[in-house]
């Protein structure tokens, strides 16, 4: 049986209200309790659930590619528009979805005309469980049936083993790249276990060596769109970041604003996206995979 949600319509009858309070002032009040101070809090909650509409949209466009026999291949790449609520999600994921879009002009405004496709995909409902990248990739790339288990955790070892259903596009699509680990600086790439990229990215990282970008390693790295990809076998990866402040100031919280971006990484960032897609979008053949598990 599903358990009860907080968001949930009944919910208002059989749970008991719920508030998340920044560390310091639950530290403070935990320190005047233990002090024997008889604590009275006043609180006041302007909210409202808005359930009018309650589909998630993603937000796709495209760079068509101009090679005959190429141009029906695919370049992704991406990060998530929605945010968590008590910020206004700059660095978590406005950083990503903006150096996307930044990439994309780039190539643009330089002429460039690359032999495959290269798509944009802003997502939807990452927050609550990689749901707009997801459902993107079940829809139009293929999905894994069988094998137990959830989407995050291990397989069931009692169950049927997982079985790959592959989509229309999936032979198309050469790599997907993902960004969303805040405003910091690009310096390097986590290959998902997958070897047979790491002397094609080594390349490619070269020029930006001496601005720190010249990390590889195998490897994983979780909680965001990339692995939707990279669980069907797809090669799906995410940039290795500067944390800056992330997980410790910004990240779910109401720190996660405008303030906290770094223009200058940002930049740094969006250039190395738009070489990486770039640089895809023009081999002979697609990216190497790893082997389906």
Not at 46 to 68: Q, S
């Amino acid at each position: 049986q599903r358990r009860l949600q907080p968001w949930d319509k009944e919910a208002e009858s059989k749970m008991v209200p719920q508030m998340t309070m920044a560390s310091e002032d639950y530290n403070r009040l935990a320190r005047m309790i233990k002090a024997g101070e008889k604590v009275q809090m006043t609180v006041d909650l302007a909210v409202e659930y808005h359930d009018d509409d309650l589909m998630g949209y993603n937000t796709v466009a495209e760079i068509p590619g101009t090679d005959p026999t190429l141009k029906d291949e695919l370049v992704m790449l991406g990060g998530h528009m929605d945010s968590w609520h008590s910020g206004t999600g700059a660095t978590d994921n406005g950083a990503g979805v903006a150096v996307a879009m930044e990439a994309a002009r780039i190539l643009i405004a330089a002429g460039l005309k690359p032999r495959r496709t290269i798509r944009v995909a802003l997502w939807s409902g990452e927050e609550q469980g990689l749901n707009g990248s997801r459902e993107y990739v079940t829809q139009h790339l293929g999905e894994v049936k069988g094998g137990g288990g959830s989407f995050f955790g291990p397989p069931n070892p009692n169950a049927a083993p997982p079985e790959l259903v592959k989509g229309a596009d999936y032979d198309k699509l050469s790599a997907y790249f993902n960004l969303d680990n805040g405003t910091g600086r690009i310096r390097g790439v986590y290959l998902q276990g997958n070897p047979y990229v790491s002397s094609i990215f080594r390349s490619w990282l070269a020029p930006f060596g001496e601005m720190g970008a010249s990390t590889l390693t195998l490897q994983n790295t979780g909680g965001t769109d990339h692995l939707s990809f990279d669980r069907i076998g797809l090669p799906g990866f995410q940039f290795i970041q500067d944390p800056v402040e992330y997980d410790t100031r910004t990240h779910h919280s109401n720190q996660d604003v405008f303030d906290r971006i770094q223009a200058d990484d940002m930049k740094l960032n969006a250039t190395i996206m738009a070489a990486f897609v770039y640089q895809t979008a023009m081999m002979d053949e697609k990216m190497p995979r790893k082997a389906f598990r």
